[in-house]
């Protein structure tokens, strides 16, 4: 299963490829703009709170608690790093250190709901955000052509949240020990980013079809075997 908001969702066609490749069965519960984490947001980019969000992650936790979907060897669980977390429903945004104990607290209370349910979960470590709205790494690329890996993009510490990825690794290691063996936090983004860059470009691949999703194209090229070793070692476990 795919479980998170569209920042899980651009993994589908490595998931996908896995499931394929295993001849495993392979279910989506994503929804746009809903981290797998349980924490209240704004809606992306927007100072409107997104109350489906949680309705919608209430739900599916619970019908995998309840073993509603059927059996579930192994989640593969990514969320956005850079929600707006809010202290309460309608409240302000959490900042630092609150913030990133929120996430924590948050990816906590998911993980302890869904390995009632799930067997295995591997955590993937979110994709980089690249300066400039939706439209930049095309532009980019367009303007620059394969130069645009250096032309434009930013420093790996400005494009990834290292404070929210190391709440979500604590949280992990903070559940008993029966629990912590059955999930898996991976990071894979930090090795497309060089010499601590993060472009749009990938060798000859235009790797961004906006300042924060992969392409589909690129991450069927780049991440089909690293995510396929990761969901067969998941199912060994799971077995």
């Not at 746009?32 to 997104?50: D, E």
């Not at 250190?97 to 349910?117: I, V």
């Not at 300066?131 to 367009?142: F, H, N, V």
Request: hydrophobic share 40%; proline share 4%.
């Amino acid at each position: 299963m795919l479980f998170g908001d569209s920042h899980a969702n651009h993994w589908f066609g490595a998931v996908l490829n896995a499931a394929k490749v295993g001849n495993w069965k392979f279910k989506t519960m994503t929804k746009s703009g809903c981290p797998a984490v349980t924490v209240s947001v704004r809606r992306y980019k927007s100072a409107n709170y997104y109350p489906e969000c949680n309705s919608w992650r209430a739900g599916a936790l619970g019908n995998l608690q309840s073993v509603k979907y059927g059996r579930i060897d192994v989640v593969v669980m990514s969320s956005w790093h850079f929600h707006q977390v809010l202290t309460s429903t309608y409240g302000s945004n959490f900042t630092g250190a609150n913030k990133y104990a929120t996430w924590k607290k948050g990816m906590s209370t998911t993980l302890t709901k869904m390995l009632k349910g799930v067997r295995q979960i591997i955590i993937l470590r979110d994709s980089p955000d690249l300066p400039g709205d939706m439209l930049q790494a095309q532009a980019c690329y367009a303007k620059y052509g394969l130069a645009a890996k250096t032309k434009c993009g930013t420093t790996l510490a400005k494009a990834t949240s290292a404070g929210i990825w190391n709440a979500e690794r604590q949280a992990v290691a903070e559940l008993p020990a029966t629990l912590r063996a059955r999930v898996k936090t991976v990071d894979l983004t930090t090795p497309t980013c060089p010499n601590s860059w993060c472009g749009p470009i990938d060798g000859n691949y235009l790797a961004f079809k906006d300042d924060n999703h992969w392409t589909q194209t690129w991450v069927k090229a780049r991440m089909n075997k690293p995510v396929y070793d990761l969901v067969k070692a998941g199912m060994a476990r799971a077995a």
